[in-house]
């Protein structure tokens, strides 16, 4: 399958500060990617989708000013958390797609900690 | 909209058990139906995809079975190894850009 790597796979930060991840398709070119977040022993929750060149799409209580979501080219997403506090602390997980695939390929992951 | 269930939340089993992982939907008009393996910290791994119009996949010692008039699908572990311990989540596509509705998982711990 192909292959989504995210940057970093774990970050610490104080409170207050902003924080960025990067999650990049290697081997294909993603139209839309998917950024999910995962608190222990829960299930993925999908935050936003973000489609090549437009503005992402947020679903119902994620705040779009904190989590800001960019996807400039087809390989690159990144999701900026601002302001970040300790209840921002999560594993954050990207994924990606396009028209030509049937499945989402993840991410690795990236474990944010927020003093 | 599309909600997804799985039971049991956590199973324990001695090694070379078969087993079955239960995965329920709301909506049956889906798309697909998908089985994914996480790992302690790590991100998924797609398992088994099964399209609607499919009623079972395999691949080695995993079945997946679909049933999309009882809201159904299962996903079969024959001869459990420890190395099968992981969570074992299902996903199943709702709304537009193949969003993924995740069920909670199943956290499986395979006895040496």
């Known amino acids: 399958g192909a292959v989504v790597s995210q940057h970093p796979s774990r970050v610490i930060c104080k409170s207050g500060t902003s924080v960025k991840i990067e999650c990049r398709s290697l081997d294909f070119q993603a139209t839309t990617m998917f950024w999910y977040r995962q608190f222990p022993k829960q299930s993925l929750m999908l935050m936003a989708t973000?489609?090549?060149?437009?503005?992402?799409?947020?679903e119902q209580g994620v705040e779009k000013d904190k989590f800001l979501i960019n996807h400039a080219s087809l390989t690159l997403s990144t999701l900026t958390v601002t302001s970040a506090h300790p209840e921002d602390s999560s594993f954050y997980i990207c994924?990606?797609?396009?028209?030509?695939?049937?499945?989402?390929?993840f991410g690795p992951g990236t474990r944010l900690t927020v003093l | 909209k599309q909600e997804v269930t799985q039971i049991p939340a956590a199973l324990s089993v001695p090694e070379g058990e078969n087993l079955v992982l239960n995965c329920s939907f709301t909506?049956?008009?889906?798309?697909?139906l998908q089985w994914f393996r996480q790992d302690p910290g790590k991100g998924l791994t797609s398992l088994l995809l099964i399209q609607s119009s499919q009623r079972e996949q395999t691949s080695g010692r995993l079945n997946a079975s679909l049933d999309k008039s009882s809201g159904r699908s299962t996903l079969y572990i024959a001869a459990s190894q420890p190395g099968d311990s992981a969570t074992y989540l299902c996903?199943?596509?709702?709304?537009?850009?193949?969003?993924?509705?995740f069920g909670a998982g199943t956290r499986l711990a395979v006895h040496p």
């Open positions: 973000s489609n090549e060149g437009s503005k992402a799409t947020y």
């Open positions: 996903a199943s596509p709702s709304g537009g850009y193949n969003k993924l509705i």
């Open positions: 909506d049956s008009a889906i798309y697909n």
């Open positions: 994924s990606a797609t396009s028209a030509l695939v049937d499945t989402q390929y």
